[in-house]
């Protein structure tokens, strides 16, 4: 199997600045895409930020600028840098890979139980 873990999340004042990261491990054989979707109460799941296993990235428009996303392919973790949130951006945030498992021929999707941001105005 496969777990996904996030951690770096908490509580931050608006304007400051907050990392979080998330592992991966397991029988993983290599992962595609990596990413960062959020949740807010009374909201949907949305996409925050995404990486590719060459480290090219896409955005929502609200996080360009502010947020980075990276990853470091040795250690199967991605990251989500955050600076200058805003109270908009509280939400639960949640880690997804794309996971090609030893022994299978096609990824699979996993998510981590999510990490909650509080961004204080």
């Known amino acids: 199997q496969v777990q996904l873990v996030e951690s770096g999340g908490g509580l931050v004042q608006a304007g400051g600045s907050l990392r979080l990261s998330c592992a991966a491990s397991g029988s993983i054989f290599s992962i595609n895409a990596m990413g960062w979707y959020r949740q807010a109460p009374g909201k949907q799941r949305e996409l925050v930020a995404s990486i590719t296993p060459g480290g090219g990235p896409n955005y929502k428009e609200s996080a360009k600028g502010r947020f980075t996303i990276s990853r470091d392919n040795a250690k199967n973790t991605v990251y989500l840098q955050m600076n200058s949130p805003k109270p908009e951006d509280t939400a639960v945030y949640y880690c997804?890979?794309?996971?090609?498992?030893?022994?299978?021929?096609?990824?699979?999707?996993?998510w981590g139980k999510g990490t909650l941001v509080t961004v204080s105005s």
């Open positions: 997804n890979a794309n996971v090609l498992r030893v022994g299978l021929g096609y990824g699979m999707d996993y």
